[in-house]
Each structure stands twice: as structure tokens, then as C-alpha cells.
């Protein structure tokens, strides 16, 4: 059917952009011909021509159109005579919905006399002498015209039928079933194929150590129609913890090395056409949430697989207290493999070369990997302290974490430096004790550092000050006031001296001796000192002067009383971890940083991730017939929501983080990672990584088109498509991966290529 409508659209845009022209010379045949009638001296009693009709309206719309939406019932089968010989007769057709032969031969005997009786209007209408439009030409546009009538009337009968049957589907299912219907049912349906381990599993992973509460959550979700984002569904193969060490890099000379469990994930998305008829230029993104729980932190590192067993960073956080993170992942599509191979096939070899090696970076570049760090056993690694020593030392933790981040405190500072063998009671003391000699040491520090900027701040902004004389007075008698003219005398003999500039009798008593001893450094100086013991109470008012002989100058006046110095903050000396470097026993009395040897290498019984998309492309090549498989690559979104709660009383806060933010963040866990892994060299034992590969099942028309105008079912493409990538994510056949009672269907409808037929003997048995 398709065929037929590509066949007869193209023969109609044909037919449709030829015959105008044809028309306009049919309507200007009689004015061509009649100023040569009416001067023709041979002829004079010739009739002038008659104008030709309009093939449009007159005559070339009479012929009959066989084709018709008739809907004829099969007849019903007549029962077999009892003792008839059935050598004897041949057996009857079987009944069907088509047209009977009569009745197909009677429908086109009726177009072609419809067209000899066209046909003959036709040679009457236009002349037979050799002109600007002849018969022949004439006749030939009137088959087109009523060619196009029938590829017209078949294209409306086609959409009258798949009307019907669009409508009989809906009746059937109760609703319009749209994408997102058909993911929930491709969820239950892969339940019902796939063995229990190996079937698609929700991505939500708890950060947990084993026997002990979850600190958070991670999982990938997708936007939910009329409701709440919900968990993607991955086919996940488990690897235990005791796989082979990989590492990643903190900087161009540190490399960390990392233990624990690892995920292979693949995640299959499909795509329909909008109902437009417009295809999604964007797939709909997913979210990496991240939540941890109160008193809770954990480390989450994004980024790549690279090659061998390294994974290559490019964001990092620190994930505590109430956090939620929304990480936007957007999906980029590259060609299919078939896609990819139809379009080198017209380059030279050298461009197909590179076009290859390009795409194989393509393909490497495009494993997402998500590594997630518990921080307690890991600071308990690095302290020298017994497994689930920091469970319930919440304060501690925090203390700890403030050190790495904020101020990046040497692990060496804070770790037990005993014997091995003490009890882990007091291993946990002599850390608790080693903080809060580090904490206690910081806090004198920042006094110091304020005090500083405050004397600093008063010596470059020098003010008077201000006095309550009337208060003062009160409480402390006459000695405030005469304290306080005292201090302001200065200051009066400046403004008298500026007054009388020149001479005078203000400048002649501004110039005595009382004045000059009185110089502003003075002044400011015992004002300062006043400012300073304003808390303290005054000492006792000194014994009164004799008085000075007559005419001489007025005594200078006292200077302000100064409060005693303070005495020098003295700190405790720090323990013996913070005096020196002390060495942990277990390591021979001195440190070694690990050097990590071909890490670029894959290790014996290690995976390597970044060659699985290339085995897959590869599969998909040979056995995605329809081409429909496009491999999918991962990008970090630019702008990240955090939801914070920065103490317990307060209220969560939203905010944005834009790569700036991003940085810091970054940065804020790679010193904290510095501070675990002692510089790389102590690897990280309480890890776990998810790598991700994605596909996406693109479908040329929408979900209801595909069903009744391609007669395609997409669960049986699907099906097929989700055995493929299962194959090679599983590393196992798909004949081990089907249920048994699933088998025989998906063998012959969705995936004969990759489950052979059962045999009778293996058609009894089941999966138990």
C-alpha cells in the first residue's frame, strides 16, 4: 500500500505540473485557428471553428473510477455434502473479504466503455489537422487527468479505512494511547519477557554501608505526565566489589585509586513523531537527583569512562545535611550504525578513515559514569580508626569535614598516631582530642586576625569620642569630668590656635607651653586609652598639684590613666600528632605515595567500559534491520538546582548553580578527596560506580500511524531492539535471558534472528 501512494503521489505531481499548460493551449486553439479561417481565400464557405471545450469541466471528468472503499463480507462456508467423493471435485477457494473476480471484471469493463465514450468526445472536439494541439495530445491529457482522479480516489479510500481502523483501535483499548502509555506498558512488559535478574530495573540506588541506614539516595528520573518525576528503567549488570582497582585524576600528578561495586547500565529510549507530523528535534531530558538525609554526607563525582580502567571527572560535589540536587542529563543522538555506513560509502578510503576513527571516539566519549563516595568509612581509613567508629559521632564528622574543605587540614594532623593495637575507645579520644586542638588553634587565630583589623581600622580612621558627662558624673563622680576635659583640652587648644592664626590674644595663649606639650598624638593616644578602659572601672583620682607660681603657664594636663596591658594569649601546647610527623606503624614508619602502573590498561578480568558502545554498534548494524537504533550520549545540563537547609530550624532554600558555582563545587571535593586518599596514596575502599550506555528507538511516524498506517507493532520492535543491547551489556546469549513461556513468541515475531526456533523436546519445559 505504501508503495502504491509513493507511486501514484509522484505520478499525480507529475500529471498536476504538465497538464495547465496543456490547458491553456486547448482554450487557444479557436484563436489561433480563426484569424487564418477568416482570411482564407480558398475555402470561403468553410464554418469558422468552434473553441474547444474546457477538458477541465466539460468532457474529461466523465470517465468511471474503479476504485472504491467497498467493504464486502466474506460469504459463509457451505458444510460438505455427506459421502461426496472429495478426489472427485477440487477443493473451493477459501472465504475472503476481497472483491470476487466478476465483480472486479465488471468494475473495469465499466471505466474502459467510459473511456472509448471520452475518447470519442475527445476526437470530435479538437481538429485533426496538425496544429499547436493535436488528437494524440489531446487524448494523452485526458488519461492523465483521469489517472490523477484515481490515484486520488485511492489515496481517500486508504485514509477512509485507516479512519476506521483508528477508530475500531481506540474502541478497542478505551483511549488514545500516546508515548507515555506505551512506556508503562513496554515497563510491564519487559517484567513479563525477561528473566528475574536480568530484567530492567528502577534507577534508584540507596548510599548505604551494609547493616546500616541509607545516608541518601541517587536516581535517574524522567518527567512524568500530571505527575512527579519517576525512576528510569535500565537493564543493570551487578559486578562485585572485589573487581580490579580503577582510578581517576585530581590533578596532572595525583591520581586516586578506587575499590567497590560497579553497575552497567543501559538505558533504552524511544521516540514517536509528534502528532503534527513533526519529529522531536530534543529527546525529553533526565534528572540526576541527589538526596542525603540529616547528618548525613557522601560524595558524588560525574563525568566519563575513559579508556582502560579510569574515569575521567569533570564535576564533583559534597552531598550532607537535607541536600537535594537536580542535575539535568540531556540525551544527544548520533547516526545508527547503517545510517553511519551509507553515508562514507561514496567517500575515498582515506576519508572513511578518519570518518571511522571519529566515530569511535564518538562512541568511547558518549559512557556516562557516575561514582558516589561514602565519606565515614573512608575518614575512618585515613585516621587509623576502627570500621563504624565515626557512626554515631555526628559533631565529629562535621568537625572533620570543616577541617578538609575549609581549611585543609593535613589528614596526618588529625589521625591516630598509637599503637595498633589500642582500643577503640581511645583512638577515637586521641582524635577527638587532636580536632579540638586544631579547632581550638584556629579559633585563636581568627581573634587574632580580628583584633588585628580592628587596630588597624582605628589607627586609619581616628574619631572622637563622645562622653555622656552627665551620665558619667553620676557614677564616677568629679574624676570623669576633669577626665574628660582633660582629654578634650587638646582638641580646643587646635581650634583656638586655627582661630586666632596670626597673633593675638588667643594665639599668644594657644602658643604657651601648656599647648605645645599637649600634641594631637597625645591626645588621641589618652583619648584611645579612655575608649579602652570604658568597661573597667577608673583607678583612683591622683593627688592633686600644688598650685603653679604666679605668671607662669598653666601644668600641662594628666595624661589619661591606660588601662594594664593586656598579656599575650598563650596556647596549649598541641599533642605530639601536631607537634611533628608521626607515621602510622602499619605503614613501616613512613608514607609512600602509591604509583599506579599502566593505569591506562585494563586489568586482567576487568571490563572495559568504553569499548561496549563500539560491540554494540557493531550488533546493531548486523541485526537492527530497520536502521531505527541510534547510540545516545550524556551531557551535564549548565544549570543545577539545590534545594539546602542550612540548620535545623531553618527553612529549605532553592537556589541555581551555574558553572562558577559548579566549580567551587568541584573544587570544595577534590580538596576533601586530597585530604581521604592522603594525596593518592590510599586508595578508596567504600565506592560505587554507574556507568551508564544509552540508545534511542526512533519510529518515523506516531505511535497510532505506526500501528495502523505502517501495520507495525512497536512492542515487537522494541522487543527485539532491547534484546540486542541486552546481549551485550549481560555478555550472555539471549536465549539464557528470555523466560521460557516468552520464548516462542519473541522467536517468531519480534527476534528470529537472535532465538532459534525450541525444539518439540524443549517445548514442555519451563524455567523452573
Not at 589619661?560 to 601536631?578: E, I, K, Q
Not at 500501528?707 to 551489556?729: H, Y
Request: charged share 20%.
Amino acid at each position: 500500500v505504501n508503495d502504491a501512494l509513493d507511486f501514484l503521489s509522484g505520478y499525480s505531481s507529475f500529471c498536476r505540473d504538465r497538464l495547465p499548460r496543456l490547458f491553456e493551449f486547448a482554450q487557444s486553439i479557436a484563436a489561433f485557428e480563426a484569424p487564418a479561417a477568416a482570411g482564407s481565400t480558398t475555402d470561403s464557405t468553410r464554418p469558422p471553428p468552434k473553441r474547444a471545450p474546457d477538458p477541465r469541466t466539460d468532457m474529461f471528468n466523465k470517465a468511471f473510477v474503479p476504485v472504491l472503499p467497498l467493504f464486502h463480507p466474506p460469504p459463509a462456508e457451505q458444510p460438505a455434502l455427506a459421502g461426496a467423493d472429495d478426489d472427485a471435485a477440487p477443493s473451493a477457494p477459501p472465504p475472503s473479504a476481497a472483491l470476487g473476480p466478476d465483480m472486479i471484471n465488471a468494475l473495469l469493463a465499466e471505466e474502459s466503455r467510459t473511456i472509448l465514450t471520452g475518447a470519442g468526445e475527445v476526437r470530435e472536439a479538437y481538429p485533426t489537422e496538425v496544429g499547436v494541439l493535436t488528437r494524440a495530445e489531446a487524448e494523452l491529457c485526458w488519461l492523465a487527468t483521469h489517472a490523477v482522479q484515481v490515484a486520488h480516489h485511492f489515496a481517500q479510500s486508504v485514509d477512509l479505512i485507516e479512519s476506521m481502523l483508528h477508530s475500531q483501535l481506540v474502541a478497542a483499548v478505551g483511549r488514545q494511547v500516546t508515548s507515555a502509555d506505551f512506556t508503562s506498558y513496554m515497563t510491564f512488559h519487559n517484567a513479563k519477557i525477561y528473566k528475574p535478574e536480568y530484567a530492567p530495573q528502577p534507577f534508584c540506588f540507596a548510599v548505604r554501608q551494609p547493616d546500616r541506614s541509607p545516608e541518601g539516595i541517587i536516581a535517574l528520573e524522567k518527567r512524568v505526565e500530571d505527575g512527579p518525576d519517576q525512576p528510569i528503567y535500565t537493564i543493570v549488570r551487578h559486578m562485585p566489589a572485589h573487581c580490579a582497582p580503577m582510578s581517576f585524576a585530581l590533578d596532572a600528578a595525583t591520581r586516586v585509586l578506587f575499590h567497590g561495586e560497579r553497575y552497567l547500565h543501559a538505558y533504552i529510549d524511544h521516540q514517536f513523531v509528534d502528532l503534527e507530523g513533526e519529529r522531536r528535534v530534543k529527546a525529553e531530558p533526565l534528572t540526576l537527583a541527589v538526596r542525603a538525609r540529616q547528618f548525613s554526607a557522601f560524595m558524588v563525582l560525574l563525568g566519563r569512562m575513559g579508556s582502560g580502567s579510569t574515569f575521567e571527572v569533570s564535576h564533583g560535589l559534597i552531598v550532607r545535611n537535607k541536600d537535594e540536587l537536580q542535575i539535568p542529563l540531556l540525551l544527544e543522538q548520533m547516526p545508527s550504525a547503517k545510517e553511519f555506513a551509507d553515508a562514507i560509502a561514496s567517500l575515498s578510503p582515506e576519508q572513511q578513515r578518519f570518518a571511522k576513527a571519529y566515530r569511535s571516539m564518538q562512541l568511547e566519549g558518549s559512557v556516562f559514569g557516575v561514582l558516589v563516595v561514602q565519606l565515614k568509612p573512608q575518614l575512618e581509613k585515613v585516621l587509623r580508626l576502627p570500621p563504624d567508629s565515626l557512626t554515631k559521632e555526628i559533631a565529629l564528622t562535621e568537625k572533620l569535614i570543616e577541617c578538609f574543605v575549609q581549611y585543609q587540614i593535613p589528614s596526618d594532623l588529625l589521625a591516630f598516631d598509637g599503637p595498633a593495637e589500642a582500643p577503640a575507645a581511645e583512638k577515637l579520644a586521641a582524635v577527638k582530642a587532636h580536632v579540638q586542638a586544631i579547632m581550638d588553634t584556629l579559633e585563636e587565630a581568627k581573634k587574632e586576625e580580628v583584633e588585628a583589623e580592628r587596630q588597624k581600622f582605628a589607627y586609619s580612621h581616628p574619631q572622637p569620642v563622645a562622653y555622656n558627662l552627665t551620665a558619667a558624673s553620676e557614677e564616677y563622680g568629679d574624676d570623669a569630668m576633669n577626665l574628660a576635659r582633660s582629654c578634650d583640652e587638646p582638641r580646643r587648644c587646635r581650634a583656638m590656635c586655627m582661630k586666632g592664626a596670626g597673633g593675638g590674644k588667643g594665639g599668644m595663649g594657644c602658643g604657651g607651653k601648656g599647648c605645645r606639650a599637649s600634641a594631637p598624638g597625645a591626645c588621641f593616644g589618652s583619648c584611645a586609652s579612655v575608649a579602652s578602659a570604658s568597661a573597667a572601672p577608673p583607678p583612683p583620682p591622683p593627688a592633686a598639684p600644688p598650685p603653679p607660681p604666679a605668671g607662669a603657664a598653666p601644668p600641662p594636663p594628666p595624661p589619661c590613666p591606660s588601662p594594664p596591658s593586656r598579656p599575650a594569649p598563650t596556647t596549649a601546647p598541641p599533642p605530639n600528632s601536631l607537634a611533628g610527623e608521626t607515621h602510622s606503624p602499619e605503614d613501616g614508619g613512613r608514607l609512600e605515595k602509591t604509583v599506579v602502573a599502566n593505569s591506562g590498561a585494563p586489568t586482567s578480568g576487568t571490563v572495559d567500559f568504553s569499548r561496549i558502545p563500539l560491540e554494540l554498534d557493531q550488533k546493531l548494524g548486523a541485526l537492527d534491520t530497520d536502521s531505527a537504533m541510534r547510540p545516545t550520549k550524556i551531557n551535564i545540563g549548565a544549570v543545577w538546582r539545590k534545594k539546602a537547609q542550612k540548620a535545623l530550624l531553618a527553612k529549605a532554600t532553592e537556589s541555581t548553580l551555574h558553572k562558577a558555582e559548579q566549580t567551587t563545587e568541584k573544587q570544595k571535593a577534590f580538596d576533601l578527596l586530597d585530604a581521604l586518599s592522603r594525596a593518592g596514596s590510599l586508595p578508596i575502599d567504600a565506592a560505587s560506580l554507574h556507568v551508564i550506555i544509552a540508545a534511542t528507538h526512533n519510529f518515523d511516524k506516531s505511535l497510532m500511524d505506526t500501528l495502523i498506517v505502517s501495520n507495525v507493532n512497536p512492542i515487537e520492535k522494541l522487543e527485539r531492539s532491547s534484546l540486542i543491547v541486552a546481549e551485550t551489556i549481560m555478555a550472555l546469549p539471549a536465549t539464557q535471558l528470555v523466560k521460557h513461556e516468552a520464548y516462542e513468541a519473541i522467536s517468531t515475531y519480534s527476534a528470529p534472528a537472535l532465538l532459534p526456533p525450541l525444539s518439540e523436546a524443549d517445548k514442555g519445559k519451563s524455567d523452573d
